[in-house]
């Protein structure tokens, strides 16, 4: 976290591959939904919080019935 910044307005993108056009995608930090985007939007501002996160994303995509669900990747904020 940068300490110039009100937390308030600190974020962090996460974003999918230019390759995958979701229709809809469920965001998860520490296994907890914080956020859905929807048609073709590739990204997701997360106001960050300090500690050690996981996060993960639900991507739906055109022509399939079930979801992508990504690896969870481990992150930490200091």
Known sequence: MD???PDA????PFRL???ITPVRTQWFVDGQQVGITQA???QFLWP???GRHTAQ???????RAHP???PAVE???K
């Open 40 to 42: 073709a939007e590739r």
């Open 3 to 5: 300490p110039r910044l």
């Open 9 to 12: 307005r600190e974020a962090f």
């Open 68 to 70: 992508i669900t990504t």
């Open 75 to 77: 992150f930490v904020v």
């Open 17 to 19: 591959p230019k390759k």
């Open 48 to 50: 960050l919080a300090r």
């Open 57 to 63: 994303a639900r991507i739906w995509v055109p022509d």
